[in-house]
């Protein structure tokens, strides 16, 4: 947890990050994580993960717009995106930020944008996923979330993180809705004051929350790579004979390809977030914030080259 606040925390200097950016693209780092930069590209990836019977949900990457115009194009791509997936062979979900649709300077803005893509994911009959950002836009987030499920609610899912204190108390209203409820540890730096330092509470707070919505009439997506969760989770799906349809599994494209396919052929759903985008520090940088051997495979193409 150390190593991740302090790689999230270098990231935030510009130098860094440009270093960071270089070295991601010569070592092929970013390439592992980030599944392409076009359209076209990423609907191959998902057209392989078909191929073993695993779903996607494709992830058009970009966070932290500054003004109305970036979110408008933004808004823009991802119905684009929504319809591409439409026009083509394969089906996909999407997930977006909401940072990416305005949320950082206007509430007002971003909601009206994802008003605009839900009309469309509802007319093909798609479905988007809310990731869940840094605490700042958590309540904004669940507001925005609620403000649209009324009418959107089969098309509209939400993430909690269970590093947060505050999510047992947010799982307990969602799940009365109920709804579609991606279950993550979470990716970024957050203070002491509103969430848990230690990996043993964050896993521990996860089984808990986890337990809470299988028993829930909510959907439950487990998105996680944690080879012991994933093992409680099927033990406890089993021993309280939960409908397969009310839960999946879902995994980062680059990791834990061996759990995917294992859980699939063990006869489980599974999907695979997918991102793609020019945009995609950011998102690497979480990536390399929580595994070590990433930052030091970086290090050792840096010596090697
Ligand atoms: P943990 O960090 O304990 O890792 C377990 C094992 O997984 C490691 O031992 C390693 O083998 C492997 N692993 C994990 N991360 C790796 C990496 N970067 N590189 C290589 N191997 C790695 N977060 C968030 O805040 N908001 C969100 O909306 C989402 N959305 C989301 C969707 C999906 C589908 C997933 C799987 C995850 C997210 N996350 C997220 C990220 C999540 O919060 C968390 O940071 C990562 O999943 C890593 O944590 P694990 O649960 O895998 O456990």
Same mark, same amino acid.
């Given at each position: 947890?150390?190593?991740?606040?302090?790689?999230?925390?270098? !990231?935030?200097?510009?130098?860094?990050? %440009? *270093? #960071?950016?270089?070295?991601?693209?010569?070592?092929?780092?970013? &390439?592992?994580?980030?599944?392409?930069?076009?359209?076209?590209?990423?609907?191959?990836?998902?057209?392989?993960?078909?191929?073993?019977?695993? !779903?996607?949900?494709?992830?058009?990457?970009?966070?932290? #717009?500054?003004?109305?115009?970036?979110? +408008?194009?933004?808004?823009?791509?991802?119905? $684009?995106?929504?319809?591409?997936?439409?026009?083509?062979?394969?089906?996909?979900?999407?997930?977006?930020?909401?940072?990416?649709?305005?949320?950082?300077?206007?509430?007002?803005?971003?909601?009206?944008?994802?008003?605009?893509?839900?009309?469309?994911?509802?007319?093909?009959?798609?479905?988007?996923?809310?990731?869940? +950002?840094?605490?700042?836009?958590? &309540?904004?987030?669940?507001?925005?979330?609620?403000?649209?499920?009324?009418?959107?609610? %089969?098309?509209?899912?939400?993430?909690?993180?269970?590093?947060? =204190?505050?999510?047992? $108390?947010?799982?307990?209203?969602?799940? &009365?809705?109920?709804?579609?409820?991606?279950?993550?540890?979470?990716?970024?730096?957050?203070?002491?004051?509103?969430? @848990?330092?230690?990996?043993?509470?964050?896993?521990?707070?996860?089984?808990?929350?986890?337990?809470?919505?299988?028993?829930? /009439?909510?959907?439950? !997506?487990?998105?996680?790579?944690?080879?012991?969760?994933?093992?409680?989770?099927?033990?406890?799906?089993?021993?309280?004979?939960?409908? /397969?349809?009310?839960? +999946?599994? &879902?995994?980062?494209?680059?990791?834990?390809?061996?759990?995917?396919?294992?859980?699939?052929?063990?006869?489980?759903?599974?999907?695979? =977030? #997918?991102?793609?985008?020019? +945009? *995609?520090?950011? @998102?690497?940088?979480?990536?390399?914030? $929580?595994?070590?051997? %990433?930052?030091?495979?970086?290090?050792?193409?840096?010596?090697?080259?």
């Amino acid at each position: 947890m150390l190593f991740r606040t302090l790689i999230l925390q270098l !990231a935030q200097n510009k130098t860094f990050l %440009n *270093w #960071v950016r270089r070295l991601a693209i010569r070592s092929g780092l970013a &390439q592992r994580f980030v599944a392409g930069e076009n359209v076209s590209e990423v609907l191959d990836v998902v057209r392989d993960l078909h191929g073993i019977g695993i !779903a996607a949900t494709l992830n058009l990457l970009g966070e932290e #717009v500054k003004d109305e115009k970036e979110a +408008e194009a933004a808004a823009n791509a991802s119905m $684009e995106l929504l319809r591409a997936i439409d026009r083509s062979s394969v089906k996909s979900r999407i997930s977006l930020k909401l940072s990416q649709l305005g949320l950082r300077f206007s509430k007002e803005t971003c909601s009206g944008h994802l008003e605009a893509i839900l009309e469309v994911s509802r007319e093909l009959d798609n479905f988007i996923r809310i990731d869940m +950002e840094g605490s700042r836009y958590t &309540q904004a987030t669940i507001d925005l979330f609620l403000e649209h499920f009324a009418s959107y609610g %089969n098309h509209l899912g939400i993430v909690i993180q269970s590093y947060l =204190y505050r999510s047992e $108390e947010d799982i307990y209203r969602l799940i &009365q809705l109920p709804c579609n409820i991606r279950l993550c540890k979470g990716a970024y730096m957050e203070p002491e004051e509103i969430a @848990y330092a230690k990996k043993g509470d964050v896993d521990r707070n996860f089984i808990e929350l986890m337990e809470d919505i299988f028993l829930s /009439p909510s959907y439950l !997506a487990i998105a996680t790579h944690d080879n012991q969760i994933l093992e409680h989770a099927c033990r406890f799906a089993a021993q309280h004979g939960i409908d /397969p349809d009310q839960f +999946e599994f &879902q995994m980062i494209h680059g990791i834990g390809r061996k759990a995917q396919q294992r859980l699939r052929q063990e006869g489980y759903a599974v999907r695979v =977030y #997918v991102p793609f985008g020019t +945009e *995609w520090a950011p @998102y690497f940088v979480r990536r390399l914030a $929580e595994r070590p051997a %990433n930052f030091f495979f970086l290090l050792k193409h840096l010596l090697r080259h």
